[in-house]
C-alpha cells in the first residue's frame, strides 16, 4: 500500500467517526426537554394547563372503559357453555 493510499484510508476513517459521532450524540430538546422558558402570557398558561388536565381526564376514561370491556368479556365467557374442542 503507498503511502498516499494509507493517508487517504486515515481520512476516510477519521470521517466516519466524526460522522458517527454527530449522528449519535443526543439533541439537548429530547434528552432533556425544553429549557427554554414557558411562555409568559397567563392565558396561554391556563389553556395549557386546562389542555393537559383534560387530557389526563380523557386517558383515565379510556383505561376505565378498556377495563369494563375486558370485564364483560370475561364474563361472557363464564356464562356462556363453549366447546373446548374449538379452543384446541
Not at 486515515?10 to 414557558?38: L, N, R, W
Not at 392565558?43 to 372503559?65: C, E, G
Request: a positive charge; zero cysteines.
Amino acid at each position: 500500500m503507498k503511502l498516499r493510499s494509507l493517508f487517504v484510508f486515515g481520512a476516510g476513517i477519521a470521517v466516519g467517526v466524526a460522522v458517527m459521532k454527530k449522528f449519535t450524540e443526543d439533541e439537548d430538546d429530547i434528552a432533556h426537554g425544553p429549557q427554554h422558558a414557558s411562555s409568559s402570557s397567563p392565558a396561554l398558561r391556563s389553556i395549557s394547563t386546562q389542555t393537559q388536565r383534560i387530557s389526563d381526564r380523557a386517558t383515565v376514561l379510556s383505561l376505565d372503559a378498556i377495563r369494563k370491556a375486558r370485564e364483560t368479556i370475561r364474563e361472557r365467557l363464564r356464562e356462556s357453555s363453549y366447546d373446548d374442542a374449538a379452543w384446541s
